[in-house]
C-alpha cells in the first residue's frame, strides 16, 4: 500500500496528464450527446452574443454582395409567379389550398388534402467557418423560434447544410463543407443529376471549400459541363430540386468502374453567406413513424 | 507589471486575437494559423506542472467554446503543457535559466534555444490537434501537409509577436 502511493505521487504528472486528456477526449466524443454539450459550443449565451457583435460589424463589408444574391433570389421567385404567364383559358387556374377540401352538398365528400409539407424559416448567420475539416455555422435562431436538430438548411442560391444543435436564440449548423469520404456513414447528401436524373451521392473531400465531389453516377449518364445537380428528394431533411452544384469536371476512377466521379462547383458561396432558410418537414415525422413500422415488419 | 497580471491580459488577448481575427482570415484551406498557444509557451519556468496542465485545459477549453471544437483544442494543449518541463529540461543549460521569476523569451534562452523550444511545442501542438480534427489517417498526405503548413504559419506570427513585444529585460 505504501508503495502504491510512493508510485502514485512520484508520476503524479502523469496521471494528472492522461486524467485530462481523459477529460478532453469524454468531451471530443460526447459530441453527438447534444444535451450535455451544448453549452460547450457556440451556440451558448456568451460567445453567441459576442459573434452576435462580431457580425453587426463585419455584415456591412458583405452588403453589396449579400444584396446581389438576394435580388436574384427574388428574380427567381417572381419568374414563378401565376402573373408572369399568360393564360388562355380562365377555368384552368389552379388555387391551392392547405386545407382538406370538401363539396359543398351535403354529402360533404373529400375533394383533396393538399397539406404544407416544407415551412421555411429564415436566419441570419452569425457565424462560419470554411478553412476546418468540419465546418460550423451559427444562426440567430433556436428552439425559441422552432428550430430542432436535423433540420435542412438551404441558402439564397443552394443547399447549405443541417442543424445540429439548437439553444434558445442560436443553433449550430453542420456546413455542407465537412470532410467525408462519401460512404454511407459518414456526412453525405444524395442528389440528382437535373437534367437526366441519375442519382449520386455528394461530399466534400476537405480541399477547396468551392467545390464537392459527386460520386457513384451510373457510366450511362450524359454529363455536361455547367449542368446543374440537385438534391434528390429522398431524404425528409431536403425538399427536392434544390440546387447543389454545377458540373465542373469528371472522371472514371477506375477502367473496370461502374460509376463516375464528378466534380462540383458548389452552388451556394460559403465565403460570404449571410442569410439561410432553415426548412421544417411538417410530416417528417409520419414518413419516419411508417418507415420504421416497415422495418420492424421485415425483421 | 506583475507576471500574473501580464499573463492574465495575455491570455484574454490571445483568445480574442485567435476568434476575431485568426479564424476569420482564410489564407488557404490548408493553412490554418494559431497563435493562442503561445500562452502556455510563454509560462514563468518555475510554474508547477499541475497548475501548467490545468492552464491549458482552460485555454484549450475557453477556445473550444468559440470555436464548436468541444474538446480538441484543449486535450492539444494539455498536451504540450505536460510535455514543456522535458522539453525545456532539455534546452536548459547545466543549472538551469538564471532568476526565479524569468519567463521564456529570447533574452533569457537565446535565440537559438528559444527558436527550437518555440517550434518544437507548435509543432507538437499542431501534431495533437490536427490528428483529432480530422480524426483519419486515411488521406496522410492531406493530414501532413496541413501540419506542416500550419507550424510554418503559426511560427510566422510567433515571429512577428517576439519582434512586436520584444523586450530587453
Known amino acids: ?299 | 507589471m506583475s507576471i500574473l497580471l501580464r499573463n492574465i491580459i495575455r491570455f484574454i488577448l490571445l483568445i480574442l486575437f485567435q476568434v476575431m481575427v485568426l479564424d476569420r482570415i482564410l489564407v488557404h484551406q490548408m493553412v490554418n494559423p494559431y497563435l493562442y498557444m503561445l500562452f502556455v509557451l510563454l509560462l514563468p519556468f518555475n510554474i508547477p506542472r499541475p497548475a501548467l496542465q490545468f492552464l491549458g485545459l482552460l485555454l484549450g477549453l475557453t477556445l473550444d467554446m468559440f470555436s464548436d471544437s468541444m474538446g480538441i483544442h484543449a486535450a492539444a494543449c494539455v498536451f504540450i503543457a505536460y510535455l514543456r518541463p522535458f522539453v525545456l529540461n532539455i534546452l536548459s543549460p547545466q543549472g538551469g535559466f538564471e532568476g526565479p521569476q524569468r519567463t521564456p523569451s529570447v533574452t533569457t534562452m537565446g535565440i537559438s534555444q528559444f527558436a527550437i523550444y518555440v517550434t518544437v511545442m507548435v509543432l507538437l501542438h499542431h501534431i495533437a490537434y490536427f490528428c483529432l480534427s480530422v480524426f483519419s489517417f486515411a488521406d496522410p498526405l492531406y493530414l501532413l501537409t496541413k501540419i506542416l503548413l500550419s507550424t510554418t504559419a503559426s511560427l510566422l506570427l510567433i515571429l512577428i509577436y517576439e519582434l512586436l513585444f520584444f523586450s530587453r529585460k
Open chain 1, 1 to 299: 500500500m505504501r508503495n502504491l502511493i510512493i508510485f502514485l505521487r512520484r508520476y503524479f504528472n502523469f496521471f494528472l496528464f492522461l486524467l485530462l486528456e481523459v477529460i478532453c477526449l469524454v468531451f471530443v466524443f460526447r459530441t453527438n450527446n447534444f444535451q450535455r454539450t451544448v453549452y460547450l459550443n457556440s451556440a451558448n449565451g456568451v460567445s453567441g452574443k459576442l459573434y452576435t457583435r462580431y457580425n453587426d460589424i463585419q455584415y456591412y463589408f458583405h452588403l453589396k454582395s449579400t444584396n446581389d444574391s438576394l435580388v436574384s433570389e427574388n428574380l427567381a421567385l417572381l419568374q414563378q409567379l401565376p402573373t408572369s404567364f399568360e393564360k388562355k383559358d380562365t377555368a384552368s387556374q389552379v388555387k391551392f389550398d392547405t386545407l382538406r377540401k370538401f363539396t359543398n352538398d351535403t354529402a360533404r365528400k373529400l375533394l383533396g388534402t393538399e397539406v404544407r409539407k416544407f415551412l421555411y424559416r429564415s436566419a441570419k448567420v452569425v457565424n462560419n467557418s470554411v478553412n476546418k475539416p468540419v465546418n460550423f455555422i451559427t444562426i440567430n435562431r433556436g428552439s425559441k423560434d422552432g428550430i430542432r436538430p436535423n433540420m435542412g438548411v438551404i441558402g439564397p442560391n443552394g443547399v447549405v447544410g443541417v442543424v445540429r444543435t439548437a439553444s434558445e436564440n442560436y443553433a449550430v449548423i453542420i456546413s455542407l463543407l465537412t470532410k467525408s469520404n462519401g460512404s454511407t456513414s459518414s456526412f453525405s447528401f444524395s442528389s440528382r443529376l437535373k437534367n437526366s436524373g441519375e442519382i449520386g451521392t455528394v461530399y466534400w473531400d476537405g480541399y477547396d471549400g468551392g467545390y464537392v465531389t459527386m460520386k457513384d453516377v451510373p457510366r450511362s449518364a450524359k454529363l455536361h459541363k455547367g449542368d446543374t445537380v440537385v438534391t434528390s428528394g429522398f431524404s425528409a431533411v431536403f425538399p427536392e430540386n434544390m440546387n447543389i452544384g454545377y458540373i465542373d469536371t469528371f472522371y472514371i476512377g477506375e477502367k473496370a468502374s461502374t460509376s463516375v466521379t464528378i466534380r462540383l462547383k458548389l452552388a451556394t458561396n460559403f465565403y460570404n453567406l449571410q442569410y439561410v432558410y432553415v426548412i421544417e418537414n411538417l410530416l417528417r415525422d409520419e414518413q419516419e413513424r411508417l418507415e420504421d413500422s416497415t422495418r420492424k415488419m421485415l425483421k
